[in-house]
């Protein structure tokens, strides 16, 4: 079974940054798509980047221009550059990652049911 480990979060004031870090155990080599989720109160996750295997990425509107999805395959490991933060985007981060792709669509997933493999997150805190 692969893993997944966020680090990287932590509280800065409005308007500041961070560097969040998800590692990746190396069974994920060669996954279709991995990408940041915002968990929102009631549990909701929302994709905020997004980063499939042929280098192609997606932003939420919200973060286009703030946030930067990269990855270092040699190190199997991904991460979401956050600049200019708000209180909105106070919460947890999660790592996602898509292993199973049929064919049609896009290879990263239109739902968070079409990941399936999480990490547990990492706590970005933003004061006004």
């Known amino acids: 079974q692969g893993t997944l480990v966020e680090s990287g979060g932590g509280a800065v004031q409005s308007g500041g940054s961070l560097r969040l870090t998800c590692a990746a155990s190396e069974f994920f080599y060669g996954s279709y798509c991995v990408a940041w989720f915002h968990q929102l109160p009631g549990n909701k996750r929302e994709e905020v980047a997004a980063l499939d295997r042929d280098g192609g990425t997606r932003y939420a509107d919200s973060v286009k221009g703030r946030f930067t999805i990269s990855q270092d395959s040699a190190k199997s490991m991904y991460y979401l550059q956050m600049g200019n933060l708000r209180p909105a985007d106070a919460g947890t981060y999660i790592c996602?990652?898509?292993?199973?792709?049929?064919?049609?669509?896009?290879?990263?997933?239109?739902?968070?049911?079409?990941?399936?493999?999480w990490g547990l997150g990492t706590q970005v805190t933003v004061s006004a």
């Open positions: 996602a990652v898509r292993t199973r792709w049929t064919g049609w669509g896009p290879k990263c997933g239109s739902t968070p049911d079409d990941y399936n493999y």
